[in-house]
């Protein structure tokens, strides 16, 4: 069993910059790849990023891509998702979610990620 909790969201400007952190425990962070996914109240959990268990290899969603950097520290069991140039549509709730075994794998799909967190609340205002 994996638990993750999001924290780092809130409500900022359009253009401006949020780090979200997911902590985990339970076992080895380092056995499981790690991801974003994020929703919007009555859509479906979309994809955002998604970084492999060595760190090595990430991938985003077109709509992120180059806006947003994932990364992982595996001593501190924590992966952060770093967001510049927010727009209002980035708007949604953030969930961390942990899965996959492929030590260079990075997953973008939602059925390879075994837990999930609660979600953080993230706001952009125009």
């Known amino acids: 069993q994996v638990q993750l909790v999001e924290s780092g969201g809130g409500l900022v400007q359009a253009g401006g910059s949020l780090i979200l952190s997911c902590a985990t425990s339970?076992?080895?962070?380092?056995?499981?790849?790690m991801g974003w996914f994020r929703q919007v109240s009555g859509k479906e959990r979309e994809f955002v990023a998604g970084?492999?268990?060595?760190?090595?290899?990430?991938v985003y969603a077109d709509s992120v891509k180059g806006r947003f950097t994932i990364s992982r520290d595996n001593a501190k069991r924590l992966v952060y998702l770093q967001m510049n140039s927010l727009k209002p549509e980035d708007t949604a709730v953030y969930y961390c979610?942990?899965?996959?075994?492929?030590?260079?794998?990075?997953?973008?799909?939602?059925?390879?990620?075994?837990?999930w967190g609660q979600g953080t609340q993230v706001t952009v205002s125009s």
């Open positions: 979610a942990a899965g996959g075994s492929n030590y260079y794998s990075a997953y973008s799909d939602s059925h390879e990620y075994d837990y």
């Open positions: 970084i492999s268990r060595s760190g090595g290899t990430t």
């Open positions: 339970g076992r080895t962070f380092s056995s499981y790849g």
